[in-house]
């Protein structure tokens, strides 16, 4: 089984900056897509960016675009969220996700989901 693995978390300031990277072991799986999602408390998971493996198409949140940048290394089948400009409402857990088929921003359509990492923005 595939597993996705979250790292780069941490606490920062506002208006500082945090690189999220999202990294796949274990055997090879097929993915169309990898997702971007955060959870703040009390609060249901949100979409934050998505991107494709082949053509490396995006798209963001309206929340994040402009300060949210979101990429890929098909070789080292790793996926970034580089995270600048932070606020406090960005504080959340951040979660990757893969999907097989699509790249919406439906939480419903994405098949594996790492574990998740905490980002904190104080203010």
């Known amino acids: 089984q595939v597993q996705l693995v979250e790292s780069g978390g941490g606490l920062v300031q506002a208006g500082g900056s945090l690189s999220l990277s999202c990294a796949a072991s274990?055997?090879?799986?097929?993915?169309?897509?990898m997702g971007w999602f955060r959870q703040a408390p009390g609060k249901e998971r949100e979409f934050v960016a998505v991107?494709?493996?082949?053509?490396?198409?995006?798209y963001y949140a309206d929340s994040v675009k402009g300060r949210f940048t979101i990429s890929r290394d098909n070789a080292k089948n790793t996926v970034y969220l580089q995270m600048n400009s932070l606020k406090p409402e960005d504080t959340a857990v951040y979660y990757c996700?893969?999907?097989?088929?699509?790249?919406?921003?439906?939480?419903?359509?994405?098949?594996?989901w790492g574990q998740g990492t905490q980002v904190t923005v104080s203010s």
């Open positions: 996700a893969s999907s097989k088929w699509t790249s919406s921003y439906y939480l419903d359509e994405y098949e594996i």
């Open positions: 274990g055997r090879t799986f097929s993915s169309y897509a």
């Open positions: 991107i494709r493996w082949s053509g490396g198409n995006t």
